[in-house]
């Protein structure tokens, strides 16, 4: 699977975007798709998941502010983000795996990553 992710760029606190993750190659509906995100000097965080049925799950960061949804006939799922603040600022990666899990590693398809940033 390739995975090429998009939609990030410049927002103000408070803003929304809206990112998107196109995948090509194997069975898209197959996988359980992830986002996680990496800001400068911090470790990868797991942020949304959702699985090949839309069952949907968030990471803390998330929770009450952005939603994971997926159009297996266009093989995109989408991440919007609402009520930014400049803590997400980070890049953020799209992800595919066959299993439902929210471990990094267990991920074996990446997109390469889109910017996010956000201005108090």
């Known amino acids: 699977v390739q995975l090429q992710a998009c939609g990030g760029g410049l927002a103000q606190a408070g803003d929304s975007l809206r990112l998107s993750c196109a995948a090509s190659?194997?069975?898209?509906?197959?996988?359980?798709m992830g986002w996680f995100r990496q800001a400068p000097g911090k470790e990868r965080e797991f942020v949304a998941l959702i699985g090949w049925s839309g069952i949907t799950l968030y990471g803390d960061s998330a929770k009450g502010r952005f939603t994971v949804s997926r159009h297996n006939a266009k093989n995109t799922v989408y991440l919007q983000m609402n009520s930014l603040t400049p803590e997400d600022t980070a890049v953020y990666y799209c992800?595919?795996?066959?299993?439902?899990?929210?471990?990094?590693?267990?991920?074996?398809?990446w997109g390469q990553g889109t910017q996010v940033t956000v201005s108090s």
């Open positions: 992800a595919a795996s066959l299993n439902f899990t929210t471990a990094s590693h267990h991920y074996v398809y």
């Open positions: 190659g194997r069975t898209f509906s197959n996988y359980a």
